[in-house]
């Protein structure tokens, strides 16, 4: 199976075929949860691509005799590989198969050229013992098949970026154990984004939820661009118990004439504005801790509110994974968003 429907398939098939990431998104639609319609390339396709044109061969050629300490060789052959990756052909069946795939999907929004998230989705990525969030390549507002091809050709080839070698490589883990899939996920058009914790990430409370959140889309934040505001919210009585605004400079939007998400300015009435009410908060906590129920463990959720939501309305949900790290402190005190999002947002790589 090379393409798989997420919102069609069962959960664990979704994880084995799909990847973490796409895979806990079938789950999320199994448990109600508002997620965007999608489909994936599936770790079958990316193996068929691998052996069938010698990319495979080539691979082992390079990772053979590699020393993960030899950063310069590291990014050497990493670029190899990679280059190798983008500019193979697709077979024609994978080819034809994402092609349909696509335009099923934008009928399915009700448009031409849907614009996507294509997303990588390797196998393990978001497990709870190890993370590789933040590694792998995401690529955002594509839209067109031929884009999103090469797009998926992009995902493929950031398995074996200088980071991801060497991450793989200081755990013992070989490439071939997690193959990559890929997400082409709806793009939603985002008033504001961010993502949630369903304990407080750096004190370890779990009796609150921790929201980030900007206008837009959230790469101004993951590049540093920004500090997003931030909110604490207790889950006894959904209560806002501290809520920062921060002067917001820069946004994430989608750039409709150049068919892509770019960062410009904000405008000066947004800056200090907050960009949830008090009713979208609620609305996010209430999803976050939804998914934290259905999974029975604390969870951090990246969440996109549409410009078209009303009052009531779901709020989008595009990715949920473990926390795997909390940097538990004896004394409750403030922390740095900033840290937060490079660590946890869905960047350019989640």
Known sequence: MRILWIESTMPGEAVRLSGSKMGRLAELVQTGSNVPRAFAVTVEAFRDQMTKTGLDALID???ASLDPEDSPAVEAAGDRIRGAIVTTPLLEAIEADIVES????????????????????ATGEDGNDSSFAGIFDTFLGVAGADNVVDAVRGCWAS????????Y??????????????VGVVELVQARASGVAFSIHPVTGKSDRIVIEANWGFGEAVVQGLVTPDNFEVGKADMRILRGTINDKTVVSAFDFAAG???ETAMPERLRQRACLDEEQVAAVADAVLSIE?????PVDVEWVLDRHRQPGGPISIVQSR???VVEA??????????????KYLFAKGT
């Open 159 to 166: 398995l074996f970026s200088p980071r991801a070698v060497a």
């Open 329 to 342: 402190q004896k004394q409750s005190a403030s922390y740095d968003p900033m840290a937060l999002a490079n």
């Open 168 to 181: 793989r490589a200081q755990r013992g883990i070989s490439h071939h154990d997690m193959p990559m899939a």
């Open 260 to 262: 892509r998400v770019s």
């Open 293 to 297: 129920r259905h999974y029975g463990y």
């Open 322 to 324: 473990p926390i795997t």
């Open 61 to 63: 050629a390079e990772m």
């Open 102 to 121: 696509y335009e099923e999907l934008s009928d399915r929004c009700s448009d031409l050229n849907v614009p996507t998230a294509v997303r990588s989705s």
